[in-house]
């Protein structure tokens, strides 16, 4: 029997201007361009509820892609004085060769940092990774990850290049069950590895007081990249969910999901409490996680 989800093909983001992303990427992160910016395909457009002047430019780093969407008219910006413990954070992880040289290339592109004192290095018990958080121009999230061993490690060992990929895109959620069920129920994800992440060098990484996070990492039947969970016992987030941003609004990272029945999908989705918007011809469907994350389903070609 064929999985719901086969795999993660991609990332989407909303973005105010795609030359200011461009170069972002490119030379921050080392990000080259697949295509010039172009109309949105239609079906993914329509499962969206974008307008056909919605443009996306697409990107890559090693295997894994990109697209940055400008929709016209724009939605809302992205929220002021963000958190790691808001609902609508996601962010995305990218491994890295050397910490220092990396840290010297994305200074040139003066990211905001989310980060305090620069990258951590975390203890063995929440997996002795050495990261880093910042945001992009629009104020979406990003993390420079390096694996001392073990399988993620070796997952990258022969990547080229300083910046290797990204290896998982990370979200917030309130509802650790429901955010889980979501995710290994329609969808199919399995849950591969979970912990308890906290301490001082955590609340660096976060910059957030004395936290206390879930973090959960489900996988498709091809697992690379993969969904992480991050939920924050403490401290509680004062925004609301689920989040109250759709596909035009630059609060909004997309998980793009190679689906071979994206209409099945959208009609098992909305069985299950979440309903969503499914292209006329079938080929794309889009909807929304419990805490408003977005999800968008492709007919792979």
């Given at each position: 029997m064929t999985a719901p989800v086969q795999s993660i093909l991609g990332f989407g983001r909303t973005v105010a201007d795609l030359a200011a992303t461009e170069a972002f990427y490119r030379d921050g992160?080392?990000?080259?361009?697949?295509?010039?910016?172009?109309?949105?395909?239609?079906?993914?457009?329509?499962?969206?509820?974008?307008?056909?002047?919605?443009?996306?430019?697409?990107?890559?780093?090693?295997?894994?892609?990109?697209?940055?969407?400008?929709?016209?008219?724009?939605?809302?910006?992205?929220?002021?004085?963000?958190?790691?413990?808001?609902?609508?954070?996601?962010?995305?992880?990218?491994?890295?060769?050397?910490?220092?040289?990396?840290?010297?290339?994305?200074?040139?592109?003066n990211p905001a940092p989310i980060s305090r004192g620069g990258p951590q290095v975390l203890p063995p018990t929440s997996g002795g990774v050495t990261a880093y958080k910042f945001r992009d121009p629009d104020g979406?999230?990003?993390?420079?990850?390096?694996?001392?061993?073990?399988?993620?490690?070796?997952?990258?060992?022969?990547?080229?290049?300083?910046?290797?990929?990204?290896?998982?895109?990370?979200?917030?959620?309130?509802?650790?069950?429901?955010?889980?069920?979501?995710?290994?129920?329609?969808l199919g994800l399995r849950l591969a590895q979970s912990g308890l992440n906290r301490g001082a060098e955590q609340a660096r990484l976060d910059g957030v007081d004395d936290p206390q996070v879930d973090v959960l990492a489900l996988e498709p039947p091809e697992p690379a990249p993969h969904v992480?969970?991050?939920?924050?016992?403490?401290?509680?987030?004062?925004?609301?969910?689920?989040?109250?941003?759709?596909?035009?609004?630059?609060?909004?990272?997309r998980f793009i999901l190679a689906a071979a029945d994206p209409a099945g999908l959208a009609r098992a989705l909305a069985a299950a409490g979440f309903p969503g918007r499914v292209s006329a011809d079938g080929a794309a469907a889009y909807a929304a996680g419990p805490d408003g994350h977005g999800f968008l389903f492709v007919r792979p070609e």
């Open positions: 992160l080392g990000f080259t361009r697949i295509a010039p910016p172009e109309p949105v395909p239609a079906a993914h457009a329509e499962a969206m509820g974008l307008g056909p002047g919605a443009r996306q430019l697409r990107m890559r780093l090693g295997a894994q892609a990109v697209t940055f969407l400008a929709a016209d008219p724009p939605g809302a910006p992205y929220p002021a004085d963000p958190l790691a413990t808001d609902p609508f954070f996601q962010h995305l992880a990218i491994p890295v060769r050397d910490m220092d040289a990396a840290m010297a290339r994305l200074a040139g592109v979406h999230p990003l993390e420079l990850i390096v694996f001392p061993d073990g399988s993620p490690a070796a997952r990258w060992r022969d990547a080229p290049g300083l910046f290797l990929g990204i290896d998982h895109s990370a979200i917030t959620v309130t509802d650790l069950d429901a955010a889980r069920a979501f995710l290994t129920g329609p992480e969970l991050l939920h924050y016992r403490t401290p509680a987030t004062t925004r609301p969910t689920p989040a109250p941003y759709g596909p035009r609004d630059r609060a909004t990272t």
